[in-house]
Nanobody, 114 residues
């Protein structure tokens, strides 16, 4: 079955960086577009970035220039490199498999605070 397991979250100071990872299994990873979403306390889940099966990337304006989504098809891993973090980036970050049926992982908490 499809499994998505996020890791790499934690507590970081404003201006700091984190790299999130998502280990995927149970499907042909390279064939699917993948996305990162986030959900801040009291807010709806929000798309952050998407990478297509052929490596094209799109970003929401609020992370452009700061976050980079990437993938390693050989190892079925999705990444999100996050730089210049602000307290507004505090959220649970989720890895999503796109397609006719969408799946997500359990999420990883990112807290940006001094």
């Amino acid at each position: 079955q499809v499994q998505l397991v996020e890791s790499g979250g934690g507590l970081v100071q404003p201006g700091g960086s984190l790299r999130l990872s998502c280990a995927a299994s149970g499907f042909s990873f390279s064939a699917f577009d993948m996305s990162w979403y986030r959900q801040a306390p009291g807010k709806e889940r929000d798309l952050v970035a998407t990478i297509s099966s052929d490596g094209r990337t799109t970003y929401r304006d609020f992370v452009k220039g700061r976050f980079t989504i990437s993938r390693d098809n050989a190892n079925s891993r999705l990444y999100l490199e996050m730089n210049s973090l602000t307290p507004e980036d505090t959220a649970v970050y989720y890895c999503y498999k796109n397609g006719r049926v969408r799946y997500r992982g359990q999420g990883t908490q990112v807290t940006v605070s001094s």
